[in-house]
């Protein structure tokens, strides 16, 4: 049992690229949600998913783009990077029971 | 508005002495839980402790307890026995109680805490 995996752990991207990350779940939760970390600022909500085919905005929703096909999986897509969104990108599942568990964050530079 | 604050960014303790965290919450939701989860230098998430809100006794696990007042709208972490490898990032969270959020969590801003020998 993995757990919350996420990949890649480490991205360098150069702004106005493009890119995908992954966050897979094996513990068939229904719920996965999409945080970014800055300094000083706590987790922020970027985009969640209460079920396959079903997503919704948090509250950093801008420059982010989400899909989720299946129960496992719930990639985040950066469609234009730009150095606002460097950061350590943190995917979550849960069920409707309380706790969250917490991929191991994917730290990303934008240059 | 800020739905979580903790006021302390940093503090300091002595291993062995107990330590208490705070976090005020504001939400107008009957049904809500609150959690606190520790950030080690690693940088993953690590759950301690959740408090629901229709809970009446304060949540304990191990040397991590929650003092729930809800009346006051704060969810204290107590720490007892602080151990060096206490010394972390600590973040209280709320998750209020609509299924179309996701169940998504409002993080506050964290308290840095160093144990020290």
């Known amino acids: 049992n993995a757990g919350v995996t996420q990949t890649p752990k480490f991205q360098v991207l150069k702004t106005g690229q493009s890119m995908t990350l992954q966050c897979a779940q094996d513990?068939?939760?229904?719920?996965m949600s999409w945080y970014r970390q800055d300094p000083g600022m706590g987790l922020r909500l970027i985009h969640y998913?209460?079920?396959?085919?079903?997503?919704d905005q948090g509250e950093v929703p801008n420059g982010y783009n989400v899909s989720r096909s299946t129960t496992e999986d719930f990639p985040l897509r950066l469609l234009s990077a730009a150095p606002s969104q460097t950061s350590v990108y943190f995917c979550?599942?849960?069920?409707?029971?309380?706790?969250?568990?917490f991929g191991p964050g994917t730290r990303l530079t934008v240059t | 508005a800020q739905k979580i604050t903790q006021t302390q960014p940093g503090m300091f303790v002595q291993e062995k002495e107990a330590v208490t965290l705070d976090c005020t919450y504001d939400?107008?939701?009957?049904?809500?839980?609150l959690f606190w989860y520790k950030q080690p230098s690693s940088g993953e998430m690590i759950f301690l402790i959740y408090?629901?809100?229709?809970?009446?006794q304060n949540a304990t696990e191990g040397r991590y307890s929650l003092n729930f007042q809800k009346a006051r709208k704060s969810a204290n972490l107590v720490i007892s026995a602080s151990q060096l490898g206490d010394s972390a990032m600590y973040f209280c969270?709320?998750?209020?109680?609509?299924?179309?959020?996701?169940?998504?969590?409002?993080f506050g801003k964290g308290t840095s805490l160093l144990v020290t020998p």
């Open positions: 979550a599942s849960s069920t409707l029971s309380y706790e969250q568990y």
């Open positions: 513990m068939n939760h229904e719920y």
């Open positions: 998913s209460v079920g396959a085919g079903i997503t």
């Open positions: 939400t107008s939701d009957q049904s809500y839980g």
């Open positions: 408090q629901g809100s229709y809970d009446e």
């Open positions: 969270a709320m998750r209020e109680g609509q299924r179309n959020s996701g169940y998504a969590l409002n």
